[in-house]
């Protein structure tokens, strides 16, 4: 009934995001660096749209006293940065590549619990190929799933080695099948 009022009104649900498939790359790093030849990266994060409201200023302090505690127990380091689009990032760096992930997912959930999950964008996973250059992993929260970004210039990027390496990963993670949710970032700032 519910679903029906709102659509009368013309109001749109929108799902919850979906954190958990956030895991499989956990173990995905493993077949990227042995089989692809993509060395997994120190460096992850997590970024997305800040709102103005003491809830959530509340939610960032009660993340940034997290990070503080996990990092403490470990040799993880994080800082926080907005972008030059105003979203604002979370940059871990953890040689622990698992640990990276998990503290990903802590503060997603954290996000979620406090009711700002649709704000987040992607969690990005970096690696660098046998040429050193960059290879990102993205996971986009509202659908569920990866895909990867390798740009290679101003506002470029190479569309046929992310189709290669999507393919080849698509049993190992959920891969985004629809191409027009491939979204670049550019400027990631780590």
Known sequence: MRRFIDSLLGRTRTEPPKGERLFAMATAHVTLQTSLGLEPDRMAGITFRPVSSGYFEQAA???NQLLEISTQQSSATFRTTTDNFGFDWIILDDGDFEDMVATIHVVSTTLMEH????RILAAVFR??????RSVYWFYNFRQGTYYPFIPTG?????????MRLANLMGRELPVEKEL???????EIPF
């Open 154 to 162: 101003k506002q470029q990027r190479d569309n046929a080695e992310e």
């Open 127 to 132: 690696f660098k190929d046998r040429n050193g």
């Open 180 to 186: 027009e949710r491939w979204y670049p970032m550019w």
């Open 61 to 63: 302090e009660e993340l």
């Open 115 to 118: 009711q700002f999950g649709d």
